[in-house]
């Protein structure tokens, strides 16, 4: 298959695994050579070894083996990474150090001071800590990370008016899907007609992810952006999307118009712009007064758009606004995906075949 | 039925006006006599004009005829208002100039200036005010309002921090049960899996409330409490109750376990304790990290008590928590009810009858 | 647009009518041109009058006006019935008297021993009745008549049974999804976490409406087939796809293997292969033991196809299987436009545009 | 406690054992003074080994040791078992050998030739069968099991109408509920809005199990009914309560009303009226057309009442019906509480305390 990328998919027999190989079929870049999950599927057929938990399994690769996360058996120079963060903590450097470009999404690596953590249409420019990371750990490859899914969402529907109007102070509640907690996660009987105020370290990894991704990279260090951010995680039951109740202080208020003007006319870095996973547009604002609801929007640019609405004044910060984001599209796999795109589009993918673009 | 007052509920077709049935079914005070509702309603029996939505129908009032809500038809002396604000804008002030003490759960008459809006373990002491109202109104009865269903937990967690810190900023977020949109109230479709980030009128009443709440009664005018409120509501499928993330600044910064002391010692106005539906303890301190829940805390203290967790401090204000109150029971019918047996345990009930002590 | 037919939509408005303008939007040979409903939403413009329900709002048709259901105003040669019964009654004959085919999910006519009432897989023949259909009541157009969503189901996974081994004894337990009902429908509080072991009128219509389609069309009336159907019919709370467990007893008693066999083969009627709706297979046999499921299978063939699985020997009848269909898509609006589709197929549409191959 | 006899629970940390040490809170004739679990469990407090699922955890029993489940550490002479079969097939015979008698909900002896399988208002008789199973298997003490949880609802819905008119054929379609399936039992992610046809080894216990319970001890051994039953079951989001669609097939075809006078009349056996868990009325009919529905009926009885509906005649087989039976409490833990109250009230309790009734 002349022009593609090999690529890897680690963890692929997990709900984020299977999003990535279902994502990736038919990728025009991308193809699908080898998944690779933990010892107890690592022999098996990909077929015995998943538990398939979305649409129709992916029949052509039912009879693949499944292989030991393990970078001299795995050889594919791009590697997406859905392994949980106990696993990715020695095998995504393993990879790393043998050449290999790992996108991941685990939490180890996401606030380590040379790893970009990186939304492409918001700090695209962070991927540039790539040549510091290889030089400063001797590793000829690389981790890129992705954020944690409600982390995601917000950020995306907070870029823009960082950008135009400097955030200070977020307080940020969720409302988050099942699941965002994986296969087989959240048990029936906590979740039916159900709401849980609590997700382990959800939170912390909340409150300082968001500053990293706004801040800047500086040529040699991440600067992170100087605002606070109060997060209060809830689990609710629905199937797909992260919801983020928001209220918001700037450095210059906005009017309700001028910041809807704002949100409206974001496009993003252009280096994120027109690639394979690229939504038409990464902001879509809805002006119902009871959008955005996750069963109604959170299929928006194929999962990969973030949806906002009710966009109003606060009385104690300044704004407030309601952001939907799809937490295993935009929030992870997808999210993932673009990130290698944006790398193959500038250039910094290891290998590249010919034919790409 | 001697000592007993015979009471009557105004809209009892409905999912409130059934609570208030079920709730005063052997109530040692109060006796339901008559049952009124909409003229769609009167002239059936009860048994007919009702759709009865939890638990098994009372038989012994299938019967009964439901009669219009008109006060030359109805004649006890306390009447329990589950009517909508449409209807109760003319019907209850109906019963009160027509010697009716009216308990309602409208929200025509809660901002007035000379209605009492009472949860009693926080602000018993504004039921003074029914001697102004009846006064400047020329009425012989009175009404006394309950408060929004979302804005009661939220104010119960609030009352002994407010005394002890003085609360300055409130942000609230909410994810309220559909039991607080009534029968048939929101379609399945809308509600299953999915998450509604509107409620009509919600914000802006839990926004006006809470400082009405926490004021004081001056004899002569109600003094708001000095505090913001910042609300966004959220309705998520759950049966029954009204969860509140809250995010409090205060004048006296306290520590969490300052804030726990406080929380876990409140036992609420002596006026309102050891009254039949009074709960052993107004609010139940959760330790557990995921609790309250909806599903496994709602039931406390038969429905009446308010359950906090995960209290914690704050980056952006001082201090984070969580709220849980039973939105038809605390929220509504029975806190009408716990209302109308402070009115009866202080004097202030029309026409007691023999043998209440 | 030349080529294609102009199409109205009846009922328009409302669940059934929206999926019939969603699933409409781009078809090859229909094109929607008049938006009709009843008289509370005519005048309106279509975003005005309509709640959508599902999806992105189809912008496009947002300033249409809604026209009423009037044969007078309405100009269409073919015309999509999303009307209820009540209203269907007087409309539906009113359309076709003035020379148009209407395609209606009412079940006002389906029984009618004129009438086709037709899943094109099964009794495409049964579409001959128009003939006499319009001699005998002087009608220049028609009604085809498409079956109650239980039943459409039931009948695609029955009917290779049929022809094979002679059903004549079918038990079927309905679990039926809350979009069967409309919007609003089903109230949630009737609907999260509850089964409602009835809806109104369901049986009667799934225990007449099989037999109906699995039977013929002699040339001057339909023959219905010798069977009988007992039907239970449940809500569940599912979104979409209705499941039936059926136990069938036949003339010729097949083994498992047998069953299997004949299910894969069936292909359906040929006239109702390669249409523009038609699913690469209108039956998906699945051998997973816990398949076919609603949220996983609905989708199935764009939602055209029916899934069947776990079919097994039943100690008392025959055979056992369960059976899931969309229910709005080839259970309502979908059905109603591969009718369409035959018809246009067969040369048996009014006014042929030019260009339609 | 005098007068009272010791009870330990085995698997006391899983759901059922849960219901059990809840059901047990103040019983008036048993005491919980053990509580026994799985080695990963053993030597933790209850606190620490339980996730508590239900309402509020039992304080007084937090710091209790969970012990082993082993007859030389386990004393008291009462078990009640909510093992599962693997950890049953073992522990259950050697605590019987060591003279305990063990209420198993387990699966693994139901169906042996000298144990009884009981629910006490059907078949109280099959008690004697304790007899014959200590001799032949040379126990002190002795095995008593209650059935399916599914086979339950239904077996008490049949008990009636096989009295008066023989049941021959039962089609039994399930629609049961998440809590079925234990802690943490099914993902959210298979269960929230869908059904899972199929529920591993369920259709083949209610196969066997009604034909034994609804047969008659000789004296010697079991004679089973002669009936014949076919199960299809289905999961479905619903906490608890699993509802049975029943098609019945007599000896003698009653009639509606013949029907509904016999499920109306009935008490069931004698031995099994006016112990502490005995329900007032074991059947409670139904006549609204929509019921039972699990959320509004499955607390009949304290949970411990069996809801029918929808009885009507059936076109194929004779009657069609619908059960609804608590599954965790009088389907599992109820349902052996019952058991050891008829125990001791027939005398077949060993070692009965002083004080008893």
Redesign the interface.
């Known amino acids: 298959m002349p022009g593609r990328w090999p690529v890897a998919v680690l963890g692929a027999t997990g709900?984020v695994g299977q999003t990535f190989v279902r994502l990736l079929q038919g990728h025009p870049w991308f193809t699908v050579t080898e998944l690779a999950a933990s010892e107890r599927s690592a022999g098996k057929t990909y077929r015995e070894a998943t538990r398939w938990?979305?649409?129709?399994f992916p029949a052509h690769l039912g009879g693949r083996a499944v292989l030991p996360c393990d970078p001299d058996v795995v050889r594919a120079p791009i590697v997406f990474s859905a392994l949980d963060a106990a696993a990715a903590a020695d095998i995504e450097p393993a990879f790393a150090r043998a050449g290999r470009l790992v996108l991941s999404n685990a939490k180890c690596f996401r606030m380590e001071p040379d790893v970009p953590l990186v939304i492409p249409e918001v700090n695209a420019g962070h991927l540039a800590a790539l040549d510091i990371q290889r030089v400063s750990r001797g590793w000829s490859g690389g981790i890129v990370t992705n954020a944690n899914c409600a982390a995601t969402g917000a950020t995306i529907a907070l870029a823009p008016l960082h950008e135009a109007f400097g955030v200070q102070?977020v307080?940020v509640?969720t409302?988050q899907a099942?699941?965002g907690a994986g296969?087989?996660?959240?048990?029936?009987?906590?979740?039916?007609?159900?709401?849980?105020?609590?997700i382990a370290d959800e939170e912390e990894k909340i409150?300082r992810e968001i500053p990293k991704m706004l801040g800047q990279w500086t040529g040699s260090s991440f600067a992170a952006a100087d605002l606070?951010?109060?997060a209060?995680a809830?689990r609710?039951?629905?199937?797909h999307g992260h919801?983020t109740?928001l209220?918001v202080k700037f450095r210059t208020r906005p009017t309700r118009s001028e910041a809807l003007e704002v949100l409206r006319a974001w496009r993003g870095a252009s280096a994120a712009r027109g690639l394979p996973s690229s939504p038409p547009c990464p902001l879509v604002v809805l002006t119902e007064?009871?959008?955005?609801?996750?069963?109604?929007d959170v299929?928006?640019g194929a999962g990969m758009a973030v949806s906002v609405?009710?966009v109003r004044a606060?009385?104690?910060?300044d704004l407030?606004l309601?952001a939907l984001a799809h937490n295993v599209i935009r929030g992870a796999a997808g999210g993932s995906i673009l990130n290698a795109e944006v790398l193959a589009a500038t250039g910094r993918l290891p290998a590249a075949p010919s034919g790409v673009e």
Chains 1, 2, 3, 4 share one sequence.
């Open positions: 709900a938990i979305e649409g129709m102070q307080m509640v409302l099942l699941s296969y087989p996660g959240v048990p029936a009987l906590d979740a039916l007609g159900n709401v849980i105020p609590y409150e606070v951010v109060s209060q809830n609710v039951p629905v199937e919801m109740c209220a007064l009871d959008r955005p609801q996750p069963r109604r299929g928006m609405g009710r606060d009385p104690i910060l407030r309601v």
